[in-house]
């Protein structure tokens, strides 16, 4: 967290105010404070959503049918961005895992706003917790899987776009690395498209790939959002 509040310090006067009206600011907005549910798939039947504690406060997260992946925290919106705190668990396509603890922030930044495009500046500090897959001391078909344990702390940056094409679809991308002790490093791109539906739903679509020191990922996504 003292790293993150000086962030948020010299970056205050890129931003734009992220304090407009909640019902103004797109879906995938990461600043917007609302109270939704939603169900997808990605790798699994996933269901997610968020309460809002009046206009600056929620909780939310997501989870697998086996809870295998899930994640839960909360948020606090400030004029200039919000500040996510989150504990997470997630499975990699090689058999790591890792258990997350984060803390972090979206910012819009007014320096790149062309007036088409929306940016959000990420970053945030965290520490890891899981299994990575361990090398053989020698070949043998028959041997299972060598798991280690493995910890690491540091942060991450990154950014999001998102782009309105018409009143109902808007593209968005993202992408981020961190890097951490004992030499952790990590990093993620991927891209969607959102479809806007009456009543204040929402199906998005999107693709991910993602590379860590716990293990890799490759997803695509679908998920539909009701907002109340």
Do not use: C
């Amino acid at each position: 967290m003292r790293y993150l509040l000086p962030l948020l310090i010299l970056l205050a006067p890129l931003s734009l105010s992220a304090k407009q009206p909640e019902s103004e600011k797109l879906a995938d907005d990461p600043t917007k404070v609302i109270t939704r549910v939603g169900a997808g798939y990605n790798n699994s039947l996933k269901f997610n959503g968020s309460l809002a504690f009046g206009e600056r406060h929620k909780i939310g997260g997501n989870f697998n049918t086996d809870l295998s992946e899930w994640r839960f925290g909360g948020s606090i919106l400030f004029d200039i961005g919000i500040v996510n705190f989150n504990l997470s668990r997630s499975e990699y396509d090689d058999g790591g895992s890792k258990n997350n603890y984060s803390v972090g922030t979206f910012m819009p930044i007014k320096a790149f706003d062309t007036g088409k495009w929306l940016w959000f500046g990420m970053a945030g500090a965290n520490y890891n917790q899981g299994e990575i897959q361990g090398e053989k001391e020698h070949f043998d078909p028959y041997q299972n899987e060598i798991m280690q344990q493995s910890t690491n702390y540091g942060g991450y940056v990154g950014t999001l776009l998102l782009r309105p094409l018409t009143e109902r679809w808007t593209f968005k991308a993202f992408g981020g690395l961190g890097r951490g002790s004992n030499d952790y490093e990590n990093h993620w791109i991927g891209a969607g498209m959102s479809y806007k539906m009456p009543k204040q739903q929402t199906i998005n679509v999107s693709y991910s790939t993602s590379e860590d020191s716990f293990g890799s990922q490759s997803r695509v996504g679908i998920n539909y959002t009701l907002e109340f």
